[in-house]
């Protein structure tokens, strides 16, 4: 019986290192797949567009991951992913440390994102001026009768300072300045959505593509957050998304690229929510 | 025969031997993830002290890490992780330790039978759906309830913690009970003794040191959650001048924003000077913990 036991275990351990060995060998032989990685605005357009571009060249392996902007454009730098998606510009010093380490960063926009002002549905206001938007969220305005409305404290929803949609509105709205620290601050944009739909007299910001209709999108200097006036780049919050790659992108990172900015790419940008580029 | 008499013995030795170097490695490989978590908290935290004071990071009172310049203060997070805990403590140790006496002591079979594997649970909902229940279901009734402007607040996330760090208190507190010896119980109740003064003056300070513990490591617990947190306290970088303001605890701010973080930044490097605050605040937890434990089994004359 014991001798039996040992057997077994001796068995188990063999067939466990030669599975572990196997796996290891296979992953290096196998066709390396294209490794998409960064923000979670862009992730789920990627995402998509991977599935649809893989059920057409099956011998295409794409990996899309998130992690955000930053995560991304770092994976960029140390060579970890071929696609790094942003929903900010590739900052002056990230570029300053891709050329450090050989890395010659090629920037692709593949959308445009108009960020939307939102509040509850039951809120009276209906448009702000931008700087209004920035006195609300510099903590300058601070009850909803300021703005016309009804009285109420006004509980602002920011993001996590490091979120791209945060670097996206601080640029586009803030003017650099800071938010008021007592500001609740989400980790995603479903999540300011949900506290802003929850909120009576909250305000909030997110992506268009997170639009519900449990939350109202206020006009902004006197322009909705609609398809057209973005695309027009009329509407005052709205910021490209982009693709990064090491140099020109060749092979099926090029063609993988190629279709998401192709008619039925852009298409699947659209149906996320997002703002095509085709002009 | 004898020969493979002979075999067989060295077959179970050399099985003996396997055995013990197979479980030694096991035994000794989270020292190494120890080791490994130390040496890489210091690493990556040390560089931040370089560029601002520990006293202005540890006491400064904003935490703006990607304003230029940065400014990185983490006294908000430290008050609200302490605020937030001492709520939960205040919600976990009163059921947490009324529940162990309840079992322990006053319920009959049945009773015990029901409410043990529903605190084991309890402690087996991922913290997450904890959170998720806290943001949609509970953060939305104190709004409504209280007439606050958000339920996002230190209160709900106390109130979610301490529910979450009960059970822990419970079943720990509950061990405690149970190493009294039955010799103490007897000796108080052959002396005359009912059972309410059995339980207040004799069973409760025999166990006394193994409560605190249990009560300082369902703290430990509520200090390092952070998912919960990071849905239900707000996450407001301010010094919380009330319960019912939104604050951002350590545990939480590390989770948002090192998914954010540029490698090798300044940013990065102070979120993992977070985590070393964290690590120091555990361990420290930790050991009281520990200390206490061994006086009460001193105590009880049940040896180290």
């Known amino acids: ?279 | 025969m004898s020969a493979m008499k002979i075999q067989r013995k060295a077959l179970v030795t050399l099985k003996e031997g396997a055995y013990k170097w197979l479980f030694a490695t096991l035994a000794f490989a989270s020292l190494v993830f120890l080791v490994g978590i130390v040496f890489t908290l210091l690493t990556e935290s040390l560089p931040v002290f370089s560029k601002i004071r520990p006293t202005s990071f540890l006491f400064g009172p904003f935490w703006y890490p990607t304003a230029d310049p940065p400014e990185m203060g983490i006294w908000p997070l430290i008050t609200a992780s302490f605020a937030v805990t001492a709520g939960a403590m205040v919600v976990c140790v009163p059921i947490g330790v009324g529940t162990a006496l309840f079992i322990h002591e006053l319920a009959g079979r049945r009773q015990r039978a029901f409410l043990k594997p529903v605190i084991e649970i309890l402690a087996g909902i991922p913290s997450i759906v904890y959170g998720f229940f806290g943001m949609v279901v509970v953060a939305p009734i104190l709004q409504d309830l209280l007439g606050i402007p958000t339920g996002l607040c230190a209160f709900t996330a106390s109130l979610v913690l301490g529910i979450m760090a009960t059970p822990t208190v419970a079943s720990l507190a509950e061990d405690a009970l149970s190493f009294v010896p039955r010799s103490f119980r007897e000796a108080s109740l052959a002396l005359g003794a009912n059972r309410w003064q059995t339980l207040t003056r004799v069973v409760m300070p025999a166990a006394g040191s193994g409560i605190s513990t249990a009560v300082i490591l369902g703290m430990g617990r509520a200090v390092g959650e952070t998912m919960t947190v990071l849905m239900v306290a707000g996450g407001a970088a301010m010094v919380p001048k009330s319960l019912f303001d939104p604050v951002r605890p350590m545990t939480s701010t590390i989770a948002a924003e090192m998914g954010e973080a540029v490698m090798g930044s300044l940013h990065y490097n102070a979120l993992f000077a977070i985590g070393l605050m964290l690590f120091l605040i555990t361990l420290g937890v930790n050991i009281i913990a520990e200390i206490i434990s061994r006086r009460f089994r001193l105590k009880l004359g049940l040896g180290r």
């Open chain 1, 1 to 279: 019986m014991g001798k039996r036991s040992f057997t077994t275990m001796t068995m188990f351990i063999l067939l466990a290192v030669m599975t572990l060995t196997a796996h290891a060998v296979s992953a290096v032989a196998a066709d390396r797949a294209i490794i998409v990685k960064g923000s979670t605005t862009v992730l789920p357009v990627i995402q998509v567009a991977a599935e649809i571009f893989m059920d057409k060249n099956p011998e295409a392996n794409i990996s899309v991951q998130g992690g955000g902007s930053g995560v991304g454009i770092a994976s960029l730098l140390d060579k970890t992913t071929d696609i790094a998606t942003s929903s900010r510009k590739i900052k002056p010093e990230e570029i300053e440390k891709a050329k450090a380490s050989g890395i010659n960063v090629n920037e692709i926009p593949i959308a445009i994102d108009g960020i939307a002002v939102i509040v509850h549905p039951v809120n009276t206001v209906k448009a702000m001026t931008r700087t209004q938007i920035r006195e609300i969220y510099t903590g300058k305005i601070t009850d909803w009768s300021q703005l016309g409305g009804r009285k109420g404290k006004i509980v602002v929803v920011t993001r996590d300072t490091s979120s791209g949609t945060f670097e996206a509105f601080e640029a586009l709205a803030l003017n650099k300045e800071k938010v008021r620290p007592d500001a609740l601050s989400s980790a995603s944009n479903q999540a300011v959505a949900q506290t802003v739909a929850q909120t009576p007299g909250a305000v909030g910001y997110v992506g268009h593509g997170y639009l519900t209709p449990r939350v109202k999108a206020v006009a902004v200097d006197g322009v909705q957050c609609t398809k057209q006036a973005i695309q027009s780049e009329k509407y005052p919050l709205s910021r490209y998304l982009y693709v990064y790659t090491n140099g020109r992108p060749s092979g099926d990172v090029q063609r993988f690229i190629n279709f998401i900015l192709s008619k039925e790419g852009q298409r699947l940008v659209e149906e996320e929510g997002f703002v095509d580029i085709l002009k």
